[in-house]
Each structure stands twice: as structure tokens, then as C-alpha cells.
């Protein structure tokens, strides 16, 4: 896994070099005598902070960047570099109390340890006889062809794609998702549902049903 914090202060091209892995699982590199290409298969997660005092989302309101200091911060993290990350969350800072009451009832991570396990195990069985193991090494359109979601899950995407919410890319990215969700919570294929769940990890917004039923005990 690579971790980049504070990721819009990392410099553009550095950022914009983790495309070609990131679509690939390859890295080439390219020198006068030869070329050659390493495996790169990796999961990158960046965090940022709302405006860059980094105060902007704190109850204290001592943040003083302006909109547009906001939006230049912001956009940092190119739309490429963003289309190729399929969970966005935004955290906000919680109190002693909130922090212990969200705790409570939430499952272990040794607990969902095995749940993923288990989810993973169900993506190998369904790819076995593939050069795949799991949802995210599927390439789009063979995903799209041999392990297509409900239809009324494929309706949603269509509508997203129809009112330029998603790009095709980022089309074929919520559908490994909500394959992945299904796996996880147990469903043969995905359904309208997952597809929403998927779509929802995407935007940022809250999560129902039952993906917060399984990292809940109760
Ligand atoms: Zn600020």
C-alpha cells in the first residue's frame, strides 16, 4: 500500500506518475539504452485536508483561507488522479463523546479481518481460470461482459453516465466496487443496491443498508 499524505503537497508530476501504475499495474521506465517494465500493483490511499491551513473543518472556525485558496488546494489532485480512486470519505474531526459512542457496536478488525477473507475467496472461486484474482485486476470490458451487474444496477450507472456524473472509466471503477460490496455482504451478483452503495462510496456520502450493518455488531 502507498500512503501520501497531505497528498496536494506532493509536486503535480509526482502525482501524475502514479497513472500509468495505477491503470496498468506496470511501471515503465524509460532510459537512452533500454527500456523496462516493473509490476506495480498497489493500493494508494491520499488524504488531504479541506484548504491548506488544514484548520478548515474544525468546530474552532480559526481557518482564514479564502474560497479561492480552497479551490486552488483543491485542485492539486487532478480529475485523472481523482477518476482513479474509487472510495472518497470525508472525515470530520468528532469529540471525545462522539468518537466513543461511534466506537461502540463497531465491529474489530480482526473480526472483519475474516470477512474479507471470506469475500476474497468468493472473487477467486468466481475467477478461477482467469489470469484475475480479484475485482480490481478485471479489466472494464471484460468485467462489463462476463460478470455483468443486475440490470437495475446496471440502470443506475447508465444514468450517471447519462447526466456526465461518471466518465466511463470511473463507470467501470463503481462496478468492480459494487462487485466487491456483493462480495463482502454475501450477494451471488451485485444488485441495485450495491450499485448504490458503490456510488455512495464514491461521492463521499453516508452509507446505509448493509454495508454499515457489516462493520456493525449491533
Ligand atoms: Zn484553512
Sequence with gaps: MLFLDEAPEFASNV?????????????VVSRAAMTAAFPARFQLVLAANPCPCGLGSSAGDQCRCTPLMRRRYADRLSGPIRDRVDIHRVLTSMSRPELASAMTGARSTSDLAVTVAVARERQARRLDGTPWRLNSEVPGVE??????????????????????????????????????????????????????????????????????????TA
Design 15 to 27: 502525482l501524475e506518475a502514479l497513472r500509468q501504475p495505477l491503470e496498468s499495474g506496470h511501471v
Design 143 to 216: 468485467l462489463r461482459k462476463r460478470w455483468p451487474v443486475r440490470d437495475e444496477g446496471r440502470v443506475l450507472v447508465d444514468q450517471q453516465l447519462r447526466t456526465l456524473k461518471l466518465n466511463a472509466r470511473s463507470a467501470d471503477r463503481i462496478l468492480r466496487l459494487a462487485w466487491t460490496i456483493a462480495d463482502l455482504v454475501g450477494h451471488d451478483v451485485p444488485g441495485a443496491g450495491d450499485v448504490e452503495t458503490a456510488l455512495s462510496l464514491r461521492r463521499g456520502t453516508a452509507l446505509g443498508g448493509a454495508m454499515r450493518d457489516l462493520v456493525q
